[in-house]
């Protein structure tokens, strides 16, 4: 609801409730980006001529790894003395049902499945490392905007408050003034992103290098991260006493890393598009 140029928003986060259970936004939103990264997949391996057997197990792999890696983010690098200081918190950090997911924990676990995969499949198939993560970062940003639509029907990850006429008062947090909707800045920059990559993938797949994708993805994902972090509310009260909160140091590595992805590619000039297979 608007009012006072003001969004009141006090959307209930379970979209159908049954009895004691209850199916939430963020979890549609969750399989949602899951589905649309499989058909990309399919397009992706159709195009360039993978096995579409390896399709599920791609899937599978990348559940996986999304879920422990955020989890284990979460309670690492952001609450550590709550997690690992008990027995009762330490059984918690295999709950992920109860909150707390770090993108960026979820970054790095990605990074570790897609190289176990791509030694277990790349070489009967004919693709490396860097060519499975040019294709999968396309897919990520459209689920990492899903996924921050599902923050949104959570009430969480907003930020400070603002004046602005599109400011949030978060409701069902007890909240009274407009906060930054941080969620949707978030979500618009990794659409936006997203598109961006599907565009390049789809008209500039012959003209561009291995390594551009997703050298473009993690400046791009990462560096918007980074801004509009400087407005959201810090997530831990640790986080009150730093000049950079948490989620932007975790970033910077990324940034730093996308941009000599970039460099990198364009050094070594290996084309992003598979070489045609004889059997074609």
Known sequence: MITDLFVHWHVDPVLLHLGKFGIRWYSLMFLAGFIL???????????????????????????????????????????????????????????????????????????????????????????????????????????????????????????DTTTLPWGFVFDLRGETEPKHPTQIYEAGSYLLLGLVLLWCYARKLDKVHRGFFFGLFLVGCFGMRFLIEFIKEPQVEFEQAMALDMGQWLSVPFILAGICLLVYGFAKKQPAALPAKKSR
Request: with cysteine; proline share 2%; aromatic share 20%.
């Open 37 to 159: 990264g499989w058909y990309l997949f399919r397009w992706f391996f159709r195009r360039e001529g993978i096995s579409e057997k390896l399709l599920d197990p791609l899937l599978l792999t990348l559940v996986a790894a999304t879920i422990i890696g955020a989890r284990l983010g979460h309670c690492i690098f952001y609450q550590p003395d709550y997690y690992f200081s008990s027995w009762n918190g330490f059984w918690e950090v295999f709950m992920p049902w109860q909150g707390g997911l770090a993108s960026h924990g979820g970054a790095i676990a990605l990074l570790l499945a897609m190289w176990w995969f791509t030694r277990r499949h790349g070489a009967r198939e004919g693709f490396d490392f860097l060519w499975l993560m040019d294709r999968l970062c396309i897919a990520v940003a459209f689920v990492g905007c899903l996924i921050r639509l599902g923050n949104l029907f959570n009430s969480e990850i907003y930020g």
